[in-house]
């Protein structure tokens, strides 16, 4: 019995010690200078964090940094990076509510040292901006909420920090809460600054304001890439379904004061910006109904600017349907060396502006015979089971990669890698397809030409058949009296010339004869 509790007591003094341990390492680290940017100025929640290191307490150089991140914004998150002197720094997931920022490549701190190189981290956080009222009239201007904490939530003690949160350009500000010291200066609210800040600290900030930039989101999105040796051509169609996720519409809508007066609707979204590759053709933008001309492509520096323009304007609440595809040439996306090939492609392109991506379904279908598939991402993604894809001329079908991933923004814009193999010597078995399809073809004609299927012979093809047969007979037998007529030829000229009359009348007698039966033959 006492060796057991001995056993328990060791153990529950290695847990606190190790407990111990992680609260020193965290207390050893302290935030010595703070900087926030909170960008509440579209539909998205964008904070950029600015961070000064204080690793002064620590006996070791620090490797590492974690962020954490409180339960809604957590559940909320779409994008996180880090940076050190605009060297992006790799960030990993320990759980749902911490990442740890690698310090080892070239910013870790050393033993001692009170300030480190700003350590600037960025978050995109969707759906944290809540509509209030939650419905509103045609003619009502959109108010939202915005819930934050005034400091910055972080397993470490901040010295001093200030947090400056951003508004929209114009529109009004109904409240805001008022941590002292808090300063407003055109659309922007400042909070601090404050000292000595211990960690994990929250003071609720709340802000209630004008927002009438476009509330877009994509619910879904089925992106299909598919790859054309034969062409040197990559096509690409979306299908996309998105909705006006901002106050919703109360009451009847009105086109005639939509039209009458340019504020009318001012919530409302009656067209967004696409970009496209700038080697982008063939264009197409249509719906259940068909071809949708209300829209226009403009050509900029870097991209193809699509406007696109629905049936109807985007109310909150209102959703729409569409499809949209191009063709690019695969000069400067497919690459291959001898039999490998890596085709190189955004894993989404830009929507619109501050787009948010519910959901989105990236399939690749590689020509057929592709084999050593594999593909390399920016972040990470669910590859589903592959699938097949048949179309014109194929046999074994071909590969479809399928990939999966939820809660995307502009950041997402990241190319995606697949990497295959493929044998050039595939390309012509679509060609040998086609000419063995027409030589068989040909070849079942002429044996059906030649092929009587019928049961009895009609009368006609009866009497065909005699009529041919007396013909034959007939030729036959002129062939015959004409030979009657070489001989008798030849009789005379030996005659003239060996004066044998009985050997000549002897002849004539049967030629004569001869002649006479096939002339009766023919008669």
């Not at 978050?123 to 009239?137: E, G, K, N």
């Not at 060609?431 to 009895?456: E, G, K, M, N, Q």
Request: hydrophobic share 35%.
């Amino acid at each position: 019995m006492s060796a057991h509790v001995s056993l328990v007591s060791l153990f529950v003094v290695m847990a606190l010690t190790v407990h111990r341990m992680g609260c020193q390492s965290a207390s050893d680290v302290v935030n010595a200078k703070v900087d926030r940017l909170v960008d509440i100025s579209s539909q998205l929640v964008k904070v950029e964090t600015r961070v000064v290191v204080d690793n002064s307490r620590n006996k070791k150089s620090l490797d590492h940094y974690l962020v954490t991140l409180e339960d809604t914004d957590a559940q909320h998150l779409s994008h996180i990076s880090a940076t050190v002197d605009k060297k992006t720094l790799k960030v990993t997931k320990v759980d749902d509510k911490t990442y740890r920022v690698d310090l080892t490549a070239s910013a870790a701190i050393p033993a001692g040292q009170a300030t480190s190189p700003v350590i600037t981290i960025d978050t995109v956080f969707t759906h944290s901006l809540i509509p209030f009222p939650a419905q509103i009239i045609q003619s009502e201007r959109q108010l939202v909420q915005y819930f934050g904490n005034v400091y910055f939530w972080s397993p470490y003690e901040t010295k001093t920090q200030t947090t400056k949160v951003k508004l929209t350009p114009t529109g009004s500000i109904e409240s805001f809460s008022k941590v002292k010291p808090t300063t407003q200066t055109d659309r922007t609210i400042t909070y601090g600054s404050y000292d000595s800040i211990p960690a994990k600290s929250y003071s609720e900030l709340k802000i209630h304001y004008e927002n009438n930039t476009p509330f877009l989101t994509v619910t879904r999105l089925e992106r299909v890439i598919e790859v054309s040796h034969w062409s040197a051509m990559v096509s690409v169609e979306e299908t996309i379904d998105v909705v006006h996720t901002g106050a919703e519409l109360k009451g009847a809508f009105s086109r005639y004061e939509f039209q009458r007066e340019p504020t009318n609707g001012i919530s409302s979204i009656k067209s967004w910006k696409t970009k496209l590759p700038l080697n982008a053709r063939d264009i197409y933008y249509r719906d259940d109904i068909g071809n949708i001309s209300t829209s226009n492509v403009k050509a900029g520096s870097q991209h193809l600017v699509v406007d696109l323009r629905p049936r109807f304007p985007l109310f909150g609440g209102w959703k729409t349907h569409y499809i949209l595809g191009y063709y690019t040439s695969s000069q400067d996306i497919l690459l291959n060396k001898g039999n490998d090939f890596v085709l190189k492609m955004p894993f989404v392109d830009h929507i619109f502006d501050n787009n948010v991506i519910d959901d989105v379904t990236v399939k690749v279908i590689l020509p057929e015979g592709s084999s050593d598939i594999n593909y390399r991402s920016a972040y990470t993604v669910d590859r589903q089971k592959d699938q097949k894809h048949y179309t014109y001329l194929d046999t074994i079908g071909r590969t479809v990669l399928v990939f999966h991933k939820s809660n995307l923004v502009e950041e997402h814009i990241q190319d995606v890698e697949v990497h295959y193999k493929y044998n050039k010597l595939l390309m012509l078995q679509e060609p040998l397809l086609i000419v063995v399809a027409i030589f068989a073809l040909c070849l079942l004609v002429i044996i059906y030409v030649r092929l009587d299927f019928s049961i009895s012979k009609s009368p006609l093809k009866q009497s065909m058949g005699k009529i041919n047969a007396i013909n034959d007979s007939i030729i036959g037998h002129h062939d015959k009296r004409a030979s009657v007529y070489e001989q008798f030829d030849k009789a005379s000229n030996k005659f003239k010339t060996t004066k044998d009359l009985a050997a000549f009348q002897a002849i004539q007698k049967r030629l004569n004869a001869e002649h006479k039966t096939e002339t009766q033959a023919i008669s």
